[in-house]
């Protein structure tokens, strides 16, 4: 799998978006983890919010989706689905603007914001 993007979760863990799912690798072992949860999705973009431990995740036609991660991000059964919205889209990037408290969406179909509190709907600009 080649990788698209990565984001760094900590200082021993990175997390990457591929073709295939997401995978965590762990930089001091130099060993791959599969998120179940995410496999044979195609992805794109990632985003991390430390202070919330959620990410982000652009996806080829899932849109985007949101996970609360557990202190121990390895612990992928324990990975929580806070979110999922245009379905149907492509999410090819993702940036947090602090300032509106919004994260920005570019897709197949424009530009959309996302306010990040679950279980509301972005809107397409």
């Known amino acids: 799998n080649y990788v698209r993007n990565i984001i760094s979760l900590d200082a021993n863990t990175l997390l990457t978006a591929t073709e295939d799912g997401a995978y965590l690798f762990d ?6 983890l599969a998120v179940p949860d995410l496999q044979g999705i195609n992805l794109f973009s990632l985003g991390w919010e430390p202070a919330r431990r959620r990410v982000w995740l652009g996806t080829y036609l899932h849109g985007v989706l949101g996970f609360d991660l557990p202190a121990n991000p390895y612990d992928v059964a324990r990975w929580t689905r806070v979110q999922q919205v245009l379905n149907g889209f492509t999410v090819l990037h993702l940036y947090d603007d602090p300032v509106r408290r919004l994260l920005w969406l570019s897709t197949d179909r424009g530009l959309a914001a996302l306010n990040r509190r679950v279980g509301t709907n972005p809107t397409i600009r």
């Open 27 to 32: 930089i001091r072992a130099r060993r791959w």
